[in-house]
């Protein structure tokens, strides 16, 4: 394991004693929510895993140590800080030579998590292919993390503003397993339905658990995409949520807006043009995935 890691003492005994540990994200908090909802759906997540028998870790990067595992002040320090990064793959060791502080993306939390030796991270929805990718080939890092990454990453599909059919196929070129849980169809995070078939569908956490455990103990390394519906009261309609996400995209073209910045505006802008039901939803959809993630995890533990 790096030097550069720091693994909170609760998480590095449940680690050294084969117990389940699920990852979380930061990125959600800093980048993903406005506070004080950020904070509180953290400390709730957070709550959600250990109510399901398993330890959370939420992963950042503070002061270029890489923590495996926040406090409760470091948790408000994230949901209330002004100059955090927003670290993907590559941004890790700036952060790190710099002595910054970063809330990690899906990518940058497979890389600790695996690091750290664990296996499950739960999150609201993945990254993928973007809209309008012939004219801006903006690919998320997280699907090439996905390749090369042994974590499993339990989600609501990839994020809706996404290109999802594109995501989907970059993900099978890619070699990376796509499982619906509980469903045929590949979730669309604010939306159970996304007109697009899931590759494979399992129904529990201990046929999950054996499925990874079979690919990873076969030799074939990388993450796999478990892909968990909304729950059905909070999700939102697919034609409800796709107007409000063409209204976000002409918005943010208009203002030049590109690259890492454009996710979090245009969940900004959804959110505004949902009344808030986007956020409702979103809160909703990562407690649902941390529970499922926590699952899973006692489920691999218990072999």
Same mark, same amino acid.
């Given at each position: 394991?790096?030097?550069? $890691?720091?693994?909170?003492?609760?998480?590095?005994?449940?680690?050294?004693?084969?117990?389940?540990?699920?990852?979380?994200?930061?990125?959600?908090?800093?980048?993903?929510?406005?506070?004080?909802?950020?904070?509180?759906?953290?400390?709730?997540?957070?709550?959600?895993?250990?109510?399901?028998?398993?330890?959370?870790?939420?992963?950042?990067?503070?002061?270029?140590?890489?923590?495996?595992?926040?406090?409760?002040?470091?948790?408000?320090?994230?949901?209330?800080?002004?100059?955090?990064?927003?670290?993907?793959?590559?941004?890790?060791?700036?952060? $790190?030579?710099?002595?910054?502080?970063?809330?990690?993306?899906?990518?940058?939390?497979?890389?600790?998590?695996?690091?750290?030796?664990?296996?499950?991270?739960?999150?609201?929805?993945?990254?993928?292919?973007?809209?309008?990718?012939?004219?801006?080939? /903006? $690919?998320?890092?997280?699907?090439?993390?996905?390749?090369?990454?042994?974590?499993?990453?339990?989600?609501?599909?990839?994020?809706?503003?996404?290109?999802?059919?594109?995501?989907?196929?970059?993900?099978?070129?890619?070699?990376?397993?796509? $499982?619906?849980?509980?469903?045929?169809?590949?979730?669309?995070?604010?939306?159970?339905?996304?007109?697009?078939?899931?590759?494979?569908?399992?129904?529990?956490?201990?046929?999950?658990?054996?499925?990874?455990?079979?690919?990873?103990?076969?030799?074939?390394?990388?993450?796999?995409?478990?892909?968990?519906?909304?729950?059905?009261?909070?999700?939102?309609?697919?034609?409800?949520?796709?107007?409000?996400?063409?209204?976000?995209?002409?918005?943010?073209?208009?203002?030049?807006?590109?690259?890492? /910045?454009?996710?979090?505006?245009?969940?900004?802008?959804?959110?505004?043009?949902?009344?808030?039901?986007?956020?409702?939803?979103?809160?909703?959809?990562?407690?649902?995935?941390?529970?499922?993630?926590?699952?899973?995890?006692?489920?691999?533990?218990?072999?």
């Amino acid at each position: 394991m790096s030097d550069f $890691i720091d693994i909170a003492p609760e998480v590095a005994a449940a680690l050294a004693a084969g117990k389940p540990v699920v990852a979380l994200e930061s990125t959600i908090i800093s980048h993903g929510m406005p506070y004080p909802q950020n904070l509180e759906t953290a400390q709730l997540v957070e709550q959600d895993v250990r109510d399901h028998g398993a330890v959370p870790a939420t992963i950042a990067v503070i002061a270029g140590r890489c923590k495996i595992g926040l406090s409760p002040a470091e948790l408000k320090y994230f949901a209330q800080g002004q100059d955090i990064l927003k670290l993907s793959r590559r941004d890790i060791p700036y952060a $790190i030579a710099q002595k910054r502080d970063g809330a990690t993306t899906v990518s940058a939390t497979m890389i600790l998590a695996d690091q750290a030796g664990i296996r499950v991270f739960a999150t609201g929805g993945i990254g993928g292919v973007h809209r309008e990718l012939g004219t801006t080939f /903006d $690919i998320s890092a997280d699907l090439t993390e996905l390749a090369r990454t042994s974590v499993a990453v339990v989600c609501a599909g990839a994020k809706a503003i996404l290109d999802i059919p594109m995501t989907l196929e970059h993900l099978e070129t890619l070699g990376v397993p796509v $499982i619906g849980y509980g469903t045929d169809e590949f979730p669309a995070f604010y939306t159970v339905k996304s007109g697009q078939k899931a590759p494979l569908r399992l129904d529990s956490p201990q046929d999950v658990a054996h499925f990874l455990k079979a690919k990873w103990e076969f030799g074939l390394a990388g993450g796999v995409v478990i892909g968990n519906p909304p729950p059905a009261d909070k999700a939102l309609a697919l034609e409800a949520i796709e107007h409000a996400i063409d209204s976000a995209l002409v918005e943010a073209k208009g203002l030049n807006i590109h690259g890492r /910045d454009v996710t979090p505006f245009l969940l900004e802008r959804v959110t505004q043009h949902t009344k808030g039901k986007s956020l409702e939803a979103n809160i909703a959809l990562v407690r649902n995935n941390a529970c499922l993630g926590a699952q899973i995890a006692v489920a691999m533990a218990a072999g």
